[in-house]
């Protein structure tokens, strides 16, 4: 498939109000070139922040981010050693463009799994960028949908235990009141890239409506124009919501 230079009058009008994306392929690709899987992720780094600058421009309000997921702490350690200490210098190199770019920052997940040196910088990177108010760019680190879900049910029980909640006043807005992300809309569509077919245990709630594309493009090689492919095949689809 031919990279789109630009996106079609139609697309613009009918743009997702959120983005979620699985980004897949990092190790694939650094494998093919015969580089170590870091050298994905550093070069995956560069599709990130094409990927947020375009998002961006097109007046996209959300962008969800799936960077780091619960299951990735089984990868071998200095995997994710390295992993951590590029989180870390991303959030600390990049806050520059970011900020040029209006965009603010927000993270989901088991944050207190994440190394101290890397929240530290997160949080001071959230902190300076807290005042943007253009692109909200949602990280989902350290992060699961069946540990979201897990955590929201918690959350519920201890309200029913303490009388503050009847269990017949349990609600799918009061699950959804009770997640990571319920400051946000749900994604209007799913990107992944790679080529895999499946959702990987991202966004499993949230996802329920959302319309999935799936790119064989591997992550380091998206750009601005497969962004656009994914958005003009978004405008494509017809959605229903369970309606005719």
């Given at each position: 498939m031919t990279p789109l230079p630009h996106l079609s009058a139609e697309a613009m009008?009918?743009?997702p109000r959120h983005v979620a994306i699985i980004m897949d392929g990092n190790g694939r690709w650094a494998k093919q070139r015969h580089l170590p899987r870091v050298e994905g992720h550093r070069v995956g780094a560069e599709s990130v922040r094409a990927v947020i600058r375009t998002a961006g421009e097109l007046g996209i309000k959300?962008?969800?981010l799936y960077a780091f997921s619960v299951e990735n702490w089984n990868r071998p350690k200095d995997e994710v050693d390295a992993l951590m200490k590029y989180l870390a210098h991303y959030m600390k190199t990049?806050?520059?463009e970011l900020n040029r770019n209006n965009v603010r920052l927000e993270v989901i997940g088991q944050i207190h799994r994440l190394p101290e040196f890397v929240q530290k910088q997160l949080q001071k990177t959230q902190e300076a960028l807290s005042k943007n108010n253009g692109l909200t760019l949602i990280m989902a680190l350290s992060y699961g949908g069946r540990t979201e879900i897990v955590d929201a049910v918690r959350s519920?029980?201890?309200?029913?235990?303490?009388g503050e909640l009847e269990p017949a006043e349990i609600t799918e807005q009061v699950v959804a009141d009770n997640l990571y992300t319920r400051k946000w809309p749900d994604p209007d569509v799913l990107i992944r890239t790679s080529g895999e077919m499946r959702v990987s245990n991202f966004l499993l709630w949230q996802i329920s409506y959302a319309e999935l594309?799936?790119?064989?493009t591997l992550w380091p090689d998206f750009r601005k124009p497969q962004f656009y492919e994914a958005l003009e095949e978004y405008n494509r689809r017809h959605r229903r919501f369970g309606g005719l």
């Open positions: 009008a009918s743009l959300y962008l969800t990049e806050f520059a519920v029980a201890m309200k029913v235990k303490k594309v799936v790119t064989p």
